[in-house]
């Protein structure tokens, strides 16, 4: 059963930050980590959108064994889709990792990188950028740090025809971050500039712009002027 925007309850669930256990019983009773909604969105696309830890956690951890109302057969039916679930991309093409980079979500993207549940930390979206063009094009040094050391993330990642991470950061003028990625080699590909269109105002438009801008005052009949 989904509502109106294609999401399930256990999407319902995740947005509205509902109690751990209930996203435990929910996945009990056979609710689909895997469905997207009208965003391409999966429940733990929204557990990463909000940093949310516990949450991503409850959505990806094991149940334990001992449980008596999982066979095995059946802990390990729901275990394998709730991984499943992690590759799955949005309308973007982003996954839950990419979620994650995308807002700076630091705790979840540590956890998906400890818990080998990257599938490529140098995954392109539509577009045609990567995790770490998100994190240098929002300064988060702390992140670009991760991606590079402990995730071992490419430089110069991304499609060849867009700008580089290094050229993101040169654009945003940020000094400590272009000495991180020349330090992995990073490499400039092209330059970025600021485009500023103006939009043609068309007769009518200008006539009621400058109309907006008259006001009738009084006529006084003597004006006198002192200095």
């Given amino acids: 059963m989904k509502n109106g925007k294609g999401q399930n309850v256990l999407h319902v669930a995740v947005i509205h930050s509902f109690p751990y256990i209930w ?17 391409g969105y999966i429940p733990a696309h929204y557990a990463a959108e909000k940093d949310d830890l516990e949450m991503l956690k409850a959505l990806t951890t094991r149940f334990h064994s001992n449980i008596k109302n999982l066979s095995t057969i ?10 499943k679930a992690l590759a799955i991309t949005d309308i973007f093409g982003r996954n839950v990792f990419m979620q994650a980079c995308y807002k700076g979500a630091y705790k979840c993207v ?27 094009a929002q300064s988060n040094k702390s992140l ?5 050391i402990e995730c071992a993330a490419n430089a ?21 971050l272009e000495e991180l990625l020349k ?17 043609k105002i068309s007769d009518d438009e200008l006539l009621e712009s400058s109309m907006e801008r008259l006001s009738i005052e009084p006529i006084k009949r003597s004006v006198f002027k002192t200095s």
């Fill in 110 to 136: 540590k956890y998906l990188q400890e818990q080998r549940s990257i599938e490529n930390v140098d995954r392109t979206d539509i577009p045609g950028d990567t995790p770490l063009h998100y994190v240098v």
């Fill in 144 to 148: 670009a740090e991760f991606l590079l």
């Fill in 74 to 83: 059946q802990q390990n039916e729901i275990c394998i889709n709730c991984h």
């Fill in 183 to 199: 330090s992995k080699c990073g490499k400039s590909r092209c330059f970025i500039k600021r485009i500023i269109k103006k939009r």
């Fill in 156 to 176: 110069n990642g991304g499609d060849e025809k867009r700008p580089s991470p290094l050229d993101v950061v040169l654009f945003n003028q940020n000094s400590e």
């Fill in 23 to 39: 996203i435990r019983l929910l996945l009990m009773r056979r609710a689909d980590p895997c469905t997207r909604d009208q965003d």
